[in-house]
């Protein structure tokens, strides 16, 4: 049994976790209170993935003042820390903080001063990767990446997309000059593919998309094809067993694919979602995996090492994760 120290210790990055799904019930609670919103109880536990984008909206509405997205920026920070996480890739999108809208310029700074002060206080970096809602149209997702291209925020890692794939139908053609224009500018792509839609979804991901890494990506597994070709590309899988199993992709962790897709090469990578939401860590989903799938330590030091190679932080700090010494 690994138990929950020896996870703390690996050396380990996050890349697939939300802002939006990191507020806890006290902290939604005072927001709610501060902004004379009636408090609402959030269990997540079996929404479908559009009532749960919903709950996200409702809270990250919460948040009013540069003050109050500086805190959540900070507090991101210290659990990260509190998991032993050494950098974080955290995906923000902006079509969730109605207070924000069209106000992109100081959404980002007070996000960066919190994460600065946090890095200040010895807290781990986090990248921010940018996102896109499928439900957008293609000249929303331009018109967010020209912002990204003309301000250049060195905060800003990746041009990210996340939001119900089920719901939006086939979006990848109509992103992909918003996709194109981001790798040209040098910002990274990470995508959600593989959740709400199939293989399908993974494809368009790495042809329209230009997709460096996938977030969840597990329905790939569904086309054998596709397994050969990202295991051949190498392409690593930003994988959330417990958020696919609380929101019902996978009715528990012994029919989740993600065994099935490391056992065919597949780089895999453990990871929240929207932790403090759906009520787990990331220390807590490495020790249910390893338990699920009876692994090893060797198995989970394998599991951070991907992370930190799939991370879009600085090559530095890689290098000294991958071979600390
Ligand atoms: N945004 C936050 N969590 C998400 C998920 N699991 N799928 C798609 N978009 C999300
Ligand atoms: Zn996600």
Known sequence: MIDAEQVRALPKAEVHVHLEGCFEPADVEALARWAGEPIRHLDVTGSDLSVFLEVLDWTCGLVRTPEQLARAAYRFAEREAHNGVAYADLIVNPTHWSTWRNRLDAFVDALDAGFREAEEDGLPPTGVCISLLRQQSPA??????EWLIARQHPRVVALSIDGNEAAAG??????????????EAGLHRTVHAGESSG????????????AERIDHGVRAIEDSDLVRELADRRIPLNVCPGSNVLLGRYPDRSHHPLEDLRAAGVRVSINTDDPALMGHSLVSEYVETAAAYGWTLETLREIAHTSVEAAFCREELRHQLLDPR
Request: no cysteine.
């Open 140 to 145: 929303e997702a331009l018109e967010l990446v």
């Open 170 to 183: 086939r979006t990848g053609p109509g992103f992909a000059d918003a996709f194109r224009r981001a790798a």
């Open 199 to 210: 293989p399908e979804g993974v494809r368009d991901a790495l042809e329209y998309l230009l």
